[in-house]
């Protein structure tokens, strides 16, 4: 029987003590083996730890703004700031006002050009022909301060007493000499009516954001020409100013009309005047405007009125109202306006009055064309 020896047991945890801390050591040293070579490759290859267009965002040091953005130490403020003003939107008429400028009926000289046409007629058709040649030497409507030449003209004919045959040419552009080599067929033109019937010539200036404005016109009674059959004959006339451009010293007020016949109103909008009479010792005038609908009978439905603009005789107002129209609508309404001077310590007096009814032509534009809006020059009785 063997004998139990205390001293060999002891020895033999000694060494199972010394092989675990020898394999524990060994593991880590292992460890620390595999993370040494991983940071080394990772040192080596980056890209392929990081996808090709990641974006690292880095923390700054400046303040954040609304929204999250950073703010910039620029002392300007940031668009984005509860503190910064919006920029004002300007209307693109504005903007081609500041660069041009529209020349009043007053400021247009007396001589406004001329044109030339040829006639013949056919007896046996009924048949006068017009032709249209050309103008000369027309003046311009629109100042610009570049020089350019901003009148677009074209030419309006029509039989009178019968208002008959109206018909008119293309636009030319940017000149005052335009060719336009036109030639226009009226059909069933009587004897009687070549004894005593006349043509209107009228030259027109186009305007794209406004309504059109008569440069020039000129009449030729037919009965002073020698007409022959297949025998043309030219003619040269001057152009005359229309009876309407003589301008009283009251001044003219631009308006514009847009009427709604879906919600039965009328939107007026008072754009400015110009060239207003003087009503103080300096001369310049504190004028507002007055607006007032009214029904035929003179009785009054609505009444608004503009701001007062100080010591000008030109003022621009740029203000719109809304009228709510009666049932018989526009047809039988009035539009009645009064530039009134404004004083302080007696009693305000009128500058000058338009009226506009259903035979204004104003009125049967805005009526022909509903939801759209026309402006048109007024001239102050």
């Given at each position: 029987m063997p004998h139990y020896q205390p001293g060999l047991a002891k020895s033999a945890g000694h060494e199972w003590f010394y092989l675990g801390i020898g394999g524990a050591v060994g593991l880590a040293a292992l460890v620390a083996v595999a993370a040494l070579l991983a940071v080394r490759k990772r040192r080596q290859y980056p890209s392929l730890l990081l996808p090709p267009k990641q974006v690292i965002a880095v923390r700054g040091g400046f303040p954040k703004g609304p929204g999250g953005l950073k703010q910039s130490p620029s002392p300007l403020q940031s668009?984005?700031?509860?503190?910064?003003?919006?920029?004002?939107?300007?209307?693109?008429?504005?903007?081609?006002?500041?660069?041009?400028r529209k020349l009043s009926p007053s400021e247009?000289?007396?001589?406004?050009?001329?044109?030339?046409?040829?006639?013949?007629?056919?007896?046996?058709?009924?048949?006068?022909?017009?032709?249209?040649i050309n103008c000369r030497n027309l003046c311009e409507m629109v100042v610009s301060r570049d020089g350019q030449c901003l009148l677009d003209p074209y030419v309006k004919l029509q039989l009178l007493p019968e208002r008959e045959h109206r018909v008119k040419t293309r636009i030319v552009r940017s000149t005052t000499n335009p060719v336009y080599e036109e030639q226009f067929a009226m059909y069933g033109v009587t004897h009687e009516q070549v004894n005593f019937a006349t043509l209107h010539f009228q030259v027109v200036a186009f305007d794209r954001y406004s309504r059109d404005t008569v440069v020039g016109e000129c009449v030729y009674r037919l009965a002073d020409a020698e007409l022959q059959v297949h025998n043309e004959m030219r003619?040269?006339?001057?152009?005359?100013?229309?009876?309407?451009?003589?301008?009283?010293?009251?001044?003219?007020?631009?308006?514009?009309?847009?009427?709604?016949?879906?919600f039965n109103n009328l939107t007026v909008v008072v754009l400015k005047a110009r060239g207003l009479g003087g009503r103080n010792d300096a001369g310049t005038a504190d004028p507002f405007v007055k607006l007032y609908l009214r029904k035929e009978s003179g009785e009054r439905i609505a009444k608004k009125r503009t701001h007062v603009r100080r010591s000008t005789l030109n003022p621009v107002y740029n203000e719109s109202f809304v009228f709510e129209l009666p049932e018989d609508r526009l047809d039988h309404s009035v539009i009645d306006l009064q530039?009134?001077?404004?004083?302080?310590?007696?009693?305000?007096?009128?500058?000058?009055?338009?009226?506009l009814n259903m035979e204004d032509s104003h009125v049967v534009e805005?009526?022909?064309?509903?939801?759209?809006?026309?402006?048109?020059?007024?001239?102050l009785d």
């Open positions: 668009p984005l700031s509860n503190d910064s003003t919006p920029s004002p939107i300007v209307p693109l008429q504005t903007l081609l006002e500041d660069r041009t247009l000289p007396s001589e406004r050009g001329n044109i030339s046409f040829t006639l013949s007629y056919d007896p046996h058709t009924l048949t006068l022909l017009v032709s249209i003619v040269e006339l001057p152009l005359l100013p229309r009876a309407t451009d003589t301008v009283a010293a009251r001044g003219e007020l631009l308006l514009s009309l847009t009427y709604q016949p879906a530039v009134i001077n404004h004083d302080r310590v007696n009693r305000n007096d009128v500058i000058g009055r338009a009226l805005v009526l022909e064309n509903p939801g759209r809006q026309v402006a048109q020059w007024h001239h």
